[in-house]
């Protein structure tokens, strides 16, 4: 049964609906449906255990950041079936996160994911702690044989330096895919979505994606840092941030060596591949500099 199939499936529809393809899904299909007054998202994937995503975390995540007001009510589930409430609204782009006084609006919404969602949060709940996760993908890409394993070596050598460096860690929940894609701007104000990663991390690996996926200057990420934690930078602060960010670029390059083996998505994983070791280089330097 083809995912477009399995919507027209679902019991929840009042009469025949009609199933739009939505643009931007990387580790699922995502529809629109438009059921009577009512429009929803309807987003189709099962478990990828190469990424370590899991649904019924997803789902958990989903309901808890509903209940925090961050994010859209989860108005049906199934195996492999999440249906979300619509947004009025578009997704963001780097350019919106970088934007005169965007950064201010962001902060107040990290800090809700990362203190209000686990107030709310109901059953069993993942840790997404990044190193973890780079070593299980590289011992993916060995036993795929990836046209990437010279560079393996290199890159999980780096990683340990920069585990060494993040030093003892704060615990929050942390939604861990802060790409511009997964923040969604509305007529009067901000919402996130997509929570397959979600999990207890630290506040870094968030403020690092933040950076990293969006193109921060150094200005705003001095700004980022105080703000979020409303103290002054120190510059052991700005060390083991920086090793979060080059963490996080890591992870996203790695996370597209994976996907060129086993993704079925019709995304050019190879040329995101480039672009990923691209940021994860520049990461890697300030990292190196700080």
């Not at 921060?216 to 103290?231: G, M």
């Not at 941030?241 to 998505?265: F, G, I, N, Q, T």
Request: proline residues 7%.
């Amino acid at each position: 049964m083809s995912a477009r199939e399995r919507v027209l499936a679902l019991p929840i529809w009042s009469g025949p609906v009609d199933p739009v393809p939505l643009d931007g899904g990387i580790t699922n299909v995502n529809f629109s449906v438009q059921d009577g007054a009512r429009r929803v998202v309807v987003r189709v994937g099962a478990d990828i255990p190469v990424h370590q995503v899991m649904r019924f975390n997803e789902l958990a995540a989903s309901r808890a950041a509903h209940a925090a007001g961050i994010s859209p009510e989860v108005i049906y589930h199934e195996p492999g079936i999440l249906v979300l409430g619509w947004i009025e609204g578009r997704s963001m782009h780097a350019a919106d996160v970088v934007a005169p006084g965007m950064l201010e609006r962001l902060v107040p919404l990290i800090r809700r994911c990362h203190r209000e969602v686990p107030r709310h949060l109901r059953g069993p709940s993942l840790v997404f702690w990044v190193f973890h996760v780079i070593r299980d993908y590289a011992a993916t890409l060995r036993e795929g044989a990836s046209r990437h394993l010279p560079l393996l070596p290199g890159l999980l050598a780096e990683a340990e330096r920069l585990e060494a460096a993040t030093g003892p860690i704060d615990l929050v929940f942390g939604h861990n895919d802060l790409l511009p894609a997964n923040l969604m701007q509305g007529a009067d104000r901000l919402w996130l979505i997509d929570w397959d990663y979600a999990g207890w991390n630290s506040p870094l690996f968030d403020l690092g994606g933040l950076a990293a996926n969006n193109g921060l200057t150094h200005v705003q990420e001095h700004w980022l840092l105080e703000a979020y934690f409303d103290r002054p930078a120190t510059p052991d602060l700005f060390h083991r941030y920086h090793a979060m960010k080059a963490a996080a670029a890591l992870r996203e390059a790695l996370w597209s060596m994976v996907s060129e083996l086993h993704s079925d998505l019709p995304v050019n994983f190879a040329a995101y591949t480039e672009t990923t070791l691209a940021a994860w280089r520049a990461a890697l330097d300030e990292f190196t500099q700080s």
